[in-house]
T-cell receptor, first 108, second 115 residues
């Protein structure tokens, strides 16, 4: 099946810092989503981004489908940004495959 | 519009007991999914459905059964629970690809412990 690799596995930030999370995938995809799992376990949709660039407040994402990677940017990080960020891809078979996630800790 | 809801939120079972997890969505989505999440890992697909009356196996289907008798509901059953099924279970739904976005929407999860 498709391989999804996220880096880095862990990230510690000081409040106000910027950061970039990366997701590499091994095959062409029909769907790519970024999720934030908050400390209470809830999965929150951040972006549906099979290609191109999107922005939502302090978060933005870029997917370069031809090169099989996606980037999630967090600017001016806040403590509420802490949690695990997952990248998930769907290679034209209706099924999402998740990466292992990046655990982000933002310190005040 | 509640989105995707899951019942129950928490459950403790003894080994060998059975239970059913209920997922409901009010977005008229065609596709529904059950995932499990184990500590430190991403989600893994258990079973999925591409429409009412259809089901298919995902990555880790053993020990689980599913049914989709109504479009809005997707049930996950454990016939004889084992400690290895201790996990957090997430349900998700998405619209048909022919109608546009494949974006999946997730429920709040069910935390199951098998002792």
């Amino acid at each position: 099946g498709i391989q999804v690799e996220q880096s880095p596995p862990d990230l510690i930030l000081q409040e106000g810092a910027n950061s970039t999370l990366r997701c590499n995938f091994s095959d062409s995809v029909n769907n790519l989503q970024w999720f934030h799992q908050n400390p209470w376990g809830q999965l929150i949709n951040l972006f549906y981004i099979p290609s191109g660039t999107k922005q939502n407040g302090r978060l933005s994402a870029t997917t370069v489908a031809t090169e099989r990677y996606s980037l999630l940017y967090i600017s001016s990080s806040q403590t509420t940004d802490s949690g695990v960020y997952f990248c998930a891809v769907e290679p034209y078979d209706y099924k999402l495959s998740f990466g292992a996630g990046t655990t982000v800790t933002v310190r005040a | 519009n509640a989105g995707v809801t899951q019942t129950p939120k928490f459950r403790v079972l003894k080994t060998g007991q059975s239970m059913t997890l209920l997922c409901a969505q009010d977005m008229n989505h065609e596709y529904m999914y059950w995932y499990r999440q184990d500590p430190g890992m991403g989600l893994r697909l258990i079973h999925y459905s591409v429409g009412e009356g259809t089901t298919a196996k995902g990555e880790v289907p053993d020990g689980y059964n599913v049914s989709r008798l109504k479009k809005q509901n997707f049930l996950l059953g454990l016939e004889s629970a084992a400690p290895s099924q201790t996990s957090v279970y997430f349900c998700a739904s998405s619209q048909s690809g022919t109608s546009g976005s494949y974006e999946q929407y997730f429920g709040p999860g069910t935390r199951l412990t098998v002792t």
